[in-house]
């Protein structure tokens, strides 16, 4: 079965960015000039999907109000004749079919997903954390996921390798890789010590799920209600099925954190012919100084 749907989740408080994220959602914070969950909302219609629920949370509505209309935008555009910019804005409302629920309490990424049961049905989903950009020269990375699940049937979770003395921060699979390149996941390790990484192999924000995994968050939920991660429900997945994971191809920008942010505003507007020379010219001017 193809996957045609795709959950985003923004519910996050986005702490690590206060104070702009007082006011501001971290997800629609700008790299250069669009925000961030226009990006991966661009990924996924890349990728062939249309139908996208996007998670949100309290004091989240800027999201929501992104993808609608903007006719007091559209009305001053039309005036003015320019029509460059007023393509650019309408194209934002007509991306694809987005929908949107709450998340009323932030009781983890796993709770988050059980939000999008009724939505998914019993169909395999994308999911792609609203906090990180993946730039790929090829294939969108949830495309890349989405040929492997259509390969393999089973769940498909995005990988990147990091240094040991970094795997403190993120989920660490246990697994090898097979003959077909890709990785059998027997268990992640959610932010292990160093010593205890069973891998260098870390999860990334973009999965290819089976609806099954939604029983196995639920009983996260019922056994602690407070907290329901989905690597928990990960694990208990991959101990009663294939679980699969993929080292993609494309770059990872982590924008839950002011570096990851900054890397992501630097590289993209590196692409952009019209203030590429002027970035160099700044960086070249900062590297001059620092020597």
Request: glycine letters at 6%; charged letters at 25%; aromatic letters at 8%.
């Amino acid at each position: 079965m193809k996957v045609k749907k795709a959950i985003i989740t923004a519910a996050g408080l986005g702490t690590h960015f206060l104070p702009a994220t007082r006011a501001i959602p971290k997800e629609m914070l700008p790299i250069v000039d669009k925000p961030v969950i226009q990006y991966i909302v661009e990924e996924i219609v890349e990728a062939g999907i249309e139908e996208i629920l996007i998670i949100t949370g309290r004091n989240k509505s800027m999201i929501e109000d992104h993808f609608d209309h903007a006719f007091e935008i559209e009305t001053t555009l039309k005036e003015k004749d320019d029509q460059a910019l007023l393509e650019t804005t309408l194209s934002v409302s007509d991306l694809a079919n987005i929908h949107f629920i709450r998340q009323k309490k932030e009781l983890g990424s796993g709770h988050a997903l059980l939000k999008a049961r009724a939505f998914v049905g019993n169909e395999p989903f994308a999911v792609l954390y609203g906090d990180e950009l993946i730039d790929s020269s090829c294939e969108p990375c949830i495309k890349q996921l989405m040929n492997a699940y259509e390969l393999l049937s089973h769940s498909v979770l995005a990988l990147r390798e990091q240094p040991k003395n970094a795997l403190s921060n993120y989920g660490v699979i246990e697994g090898k890789k097979n003959e077909d390149g890709f990785y059998d996941v027997k268990s992640i390790a959610e932010k292990p010590q160093v010593e205890a990484a069973p891998s260098c192999m870390s999860l990334v924000g973009r999965f290819v799920l089976r609806p099954e995994v939604f029983d196995y968050i639920e009983a996260v939920y019922q056994a602690s209600p407070t907290d329901v991660p989905l690597t928990d429900a990960l694990n208990m997945l991959a101990h009663d099925q294939r679980v699969y994971g993929l080292d993609f191809e494309g770059s990872r920008y982590d924008i839950g954190t002011k570096a990851g942010y900054v890397k992501a505003t630097l590289d993209f507007a590196l692409k952009r012919d019209e203030m590429k020379d002027c970035i160099l010219e700044q960086m070249n001017m900062h590297l001059a100084v620092g020597n």
